[in-house]
Every structure is written in C-alpha cells, then in structure tokens.
C-alpha cells in the first residue's frame, strides 16, 4: 500500500501523528498536571499545521493530487484540529457534561465540514479546476484555539481557574469558554460564510 503513496501523503500522515501525538500529551497532564505537557500538545498541533501547509503545496508542485490524497488529510485533520483541541479542552478543566458535549459537538461538526468539502470539491472546481472558496471556516482555523489554550496554561489560568468561571447547569456544569469551541465548531459548518481560497 505504501507504495501507492505520493510524497505529499507522508506530509499528510506526519499531520496526522502530531495530531496523535498531542492527545498524547493532554492525556499525560490529566495524568500528572504538567503545563509542560500543554505546551508540547499546543506545539505540535502547530506543526501539523505546517504539515498541513505542506502536502497541499508538494501536492501541487508534483501535480500528484489525488482522491486518496484528499481523503487522508481530511482523516488527518480531524486528528489534529478536531480531536486534539478537544482533548486539550478537557485535558485544562472543562471536564462537566455541558463541557463534553460542547467539545463533542465541536469535533462532529469539524467531521461534518470535511466531509462536506470532500463531496462538493469536484463540484466547486468544475469551471476553474480549483475550489474557489471555502464553505465556512477551514478547521485548522481550531489551531487559535489551541494557542489560547497553551496561553491559559502559561498564565495559570486552567482548571479552577479557567476564565469565566464555571456555572452549575441542572445536573451537571458548564464552563462558558467550552462556547469558544460552539462557535468554532457553528463557523465551520455554516452554508453562507465564505471564504476565499488562496
């Protein structure tokens, strides 16, 4: 199999293990609470981001875009920028039932914007032969939030000391930042937001 690869999946797939590798490092803090272990998560969700960079622009320097291609950075993607923000959201103290559906909400809808553009790719690059804009934000857009997350860390501020504090909502609690993660998630999947494609 590895033989079908182009050299811009190796990009892609090196996306996807720092994505891995970052869940890693949220579960070793939740372990033993070392902001050390924020900060190696936050900088590796930015190297895969420039890996993301990467395997598009070798891609179209070697003119080897393919389907599988596409399908193995989305998979990527929602690795690096879905699951792992998420993990590193839970990993400094959202933690309530509010919180975890928030962060689940966020990831389906990083999932859902993917797939949308995997399927209406080929339609969108029909007259030009490339997508001219993107249908609501790219998830690697969540890479903000990740940086906000390793800034929280570096000031103290997780855990009990997460900003804004945290509310008691029927039966469990809800910390009003996981709704930076609603409106990320909102924006990605949003039919009318468009942004232009470089």
């Known amino acids: 199999m590895i033989r079908d690869f182009h050299l811009a999946d190796f990009f892609t797939l090196a996306n996807g293990c ?9 579960i070793d803090h939740v372990r033993d609470g070392r902001p050390s272990a924020i900060y ?3 900088m590796l969700v930015v190297v895969a981001l420039g890996f993301d960079v ?7 320097w070697r003119h080897m ?19 792992a923000p998420a993990c590193l959201a839970y990993a400094v103290g959202m933690t309530g039932m509010w ?11 990083g999932i859902s914007r993917l797939a949308r553009y995997n399927v209406t790719a080929d339609t969108l690059a029909a007259d030009s032969g490339k997508v001219p804009y993107f249908e609501g934000t790219p998830i690697p ?14 000031l103290g501020r997780i855990g009990p000391g997460l900003p ?6 029927g039966p469990s609690d809800l910390h009003p930042l996981v ?20």
């Open 141 to 154: 857009t969540s890479t903000v939030l990740v940086a906000f997350i390793v800034v929280l860390t570096w």
């Open 179 to 198: 709704l930076l993660f609603l409106l990320s998630g909102s924006l990605m999947i949003s039919k009318t937001l468009r942004i232009p494609k470089p």
């Open 164 to 169: 804004l504090g945290v509310f008691a909502l």
């Open 54 to 60: 990467l395997d598009g622009r070798v891609a179209r």
């Open 99 to 109: 919180d975890a559906l928030g962060l689940l909400y966020f990831v389906a809808c």
């Open 40 to 42: 190696a998560a936050g």
């Open 18 to 26: 720092c994505g891995a590798a970052a869940i890693f490092f949220a």
């Open 65 to 83: 875009a393919s389907a599988m291609g596409r399908e193995l950075d989305s998979l990527a993607d929602v690795i690096s920028f879905g699951v």
